[in-house]
């Protein structure tokens, strides 16, 4: 298995990474057609105007047991499977040749897949946040040159940004 760690740089944000998204999406859906999953597009690249690493990030929701079969289908495609890398419950792939993507598979309607969504959502609908998070992610990369240590320098952030994207949704529910 490749090691999860990897160079990263954050860009300008690209208009184009709004089809590439809608693309990897149906061709997703399309090799896992015939089972019962949700595919979306998250991440960073998933949220008009923000910096991001260019990279599409693809959510797949799936039940427990159609996980394999999943990532078997995904690795058809020519995605490399790094296991939970670091984040249990989820299978992580990714691609570099040609579009550069990550590929999530989780838990159909679980907690990532829902936090996920609610992380992206609540950025896109609130702008002075989502700049404050392009300013971290800004100084992670100005810091750190490659995927694990950019990660953990902007963990805090993403942790308060979660935390508020819960309280929205449910104001009832503690972070």
Not at 52 to 65: N, R, W
Not at 83 to 91: F, I
Request: glycine content about 8%; charged content about 25%.
């Amino acid at each position: 298995m490749a090691d999860l760690d990897e160079p990263i740089h954050v860009v300008a944000p690209d208009p184009a990474w709004a089809d590439q998204g809608r693309t990897l999406v149906r061709d997703i859906s399309a090799a896992l057609s015939g089972m019962p999953v949700e595919v979306a597009h998250i991440g960073s690249t998933a949220v008009p105007g923000l910096e991001a690493k260019p990279v599409i990030d693809i959510q797949v929701g799936c039940p427990a047991d159609g996980v394999e079969v999943a990532v078997a289908r995904m690795e058809r495609l020519g995605f490399e499977c790094l296991g939970e890398a670091g984040v249990s419950g989820r299978q992580y792939l990714r691609r570099r040749s040609g579009l550069a993507a990550n590929v999530h598979v989780v838990e159909r309607q679980g907690r990532l897949w829902v936090d996920n969504l609610l992380f992206r959502d609540y950025l896109i609908a609130h702008p002075d946040v989502m700049a404050r998070y392009a300013a971290a992610k800004r100084e992670a990369a100005r810091r750190a040159s490659t995927l694990l240590p950019y990660s953990d320098l902007k963990a805090q952030s993403v942790a308060e940004i979660m935390g508020a994207a819960r309280g929205a949704a449910d104001p009832g529910r503690a972070s």
